[in-house]
């Protein structure tokens, strides 16, 4: 499991715990890929980096066309 934290001046904004074994910023989105076991598939579930919030979970890596829709949404 991992967690991350947005700090302000030492201060925790927002933070988020999600189960896998990589975690990784990717522009203002940040993904969590937790390996499937056996003939499972792996899971990925992406996060908001400025209010931590779950924006979507999948069995399939997000393409660029999907993330940059994905991240559209922060904006709208």
Known sequence: MGKVEALS???T?????EPGERGEPI?????????????APNTHSYFSLRTGEKLRTTHNELNPDEL????????D
């Open 27 to 39: 522009d203002q989105v940040y993904e969590v890929t937790k390996y499937g076991c056996c003939a």
């Open 9 to 11: 001046r030492n201060k």
């Open 13 to 17: 904004v927002w933070s988020l715990e």
């Open 68 to 75: 940059a829709a994905l991240e559209k949404t922060l904006h």
